[in-house]
Structure formats: C-alpha cells, structure tokens
C-alpha cells in the first residue's frame, strides 16, 4: 500500500502536461485520478485532501465519466473528419463490413491498418450489443481516418 504523502501530485500533473484550462477534469479530479491511477487507496487521498472517502469515491467517478466523454467526444469528431464513412445498417452481416470497407478505402485512398478478422473483430468489440455474433443489430457508421485507424460508431436513434 502506497501513502499519498509519496507521491509529489503538482509534479505528477506537470510531467503529463496537466492544464486545468484546457482540460475537461477539474484539478481536483486530476489529482484524485493520478493518485488513484499509482494505486492509492481512496481513505488515504481523503487524508491528504481533508475530506472523506465518500467523497474521493465521487470525484474519481466523476472524474472517470468525465474522461469517458471526452474520449466520446474525440471518436465523434474523428468520425465527422473521416474521409471514408461506411454505414451499416442493422440486419447486415459482420461477415460483410471488412470489403465493404476495403472498397470505400480504396475509392478514397486511404489504407486500412487492420486485416479482415481485426477489422470484424474492432467493429463487434466497439459495437458492444449492438452486434450479436454476425448480426447487426443497430446502425453503425464505421469511419477510417487518413492515418486508417478505424472507428464505430453505434447509430442510436432515439
């Protein structure tokens, strides 16, 4: 068990380039998720903090969800940047997607990082249920980047 006391967090937040106007978490949030992120135990941050576990508990989850949207927010704006857009409407075959992707890469110029498994592979992980063995079972946009990292985006309507 580490203590809080260890660790210098100015100095950890300045080493990863922390900015508090530039960033979606709070310093609070900061401190808490880098501390949390070496293993200490939330009474022990509550200590150094002068507040109470409860509390630490609700900044660090606060602070993962805001981390969570920001992320969302990145595979948003890629996906509208994305210079190949592939929708995939429900009902399609997984099996489908990889030369269905291929075919608007190439059309585009882009070139695909990922084989054919990897590729049906990311689309199933990223869709979470909304693909169900080879069926799927919502829309989704699967987008390629310049750099042709591929990114799914479930299509929830409503």
Avoid at 50 to 59: D, F, L, M, P
Avoid at 74 to 94: Q, S
Avoid at 105 to 116: H, I, M, R, S
């Amino acid at each position: 068990m580490t203590e809080s006391n260890d660790y210098d967090v100015d100095a950890l937040l300045d080493q990863v380039g922390f900015e508090s106007d530039r960033n979606v978490l709070t310093r609070r949030q900061a401190e808490v998720l880098a501390l949390r992120e070496r293993d200490v135990p939330q009474a022990d941050i509550a200590h150094r903090l002068g507040t109470s576990r409860a509390n630490v508990s609700s900044i660090e989850a606060s602070a993962r969800t805001n981390v969570e949207k920001a992320r969302e927010t990145i595979a948003f704006a890629e996906a509208l940047n994305a210079p190949v857009r592939v929708d995939v409407a429900a009902g399609a075959d997984l099996y489908d997607i990889p030369s269905r992707v291929y075919a608007a890469c190439d059309d585009a110029g882009v070139k695909v990082n990922q084989t054919a498994p990897e590729l049906m592979k990311s689309v199933s992980d990223a869709a979470g249920d909304a693909v169900s063995g080879r069926e799927v079972k919502r829309d989704l946009l699967v987008g390629v980047t310049m750099d042709g990292t591929v990114r799914v985006r479930r299509q929830d309507t409503g």
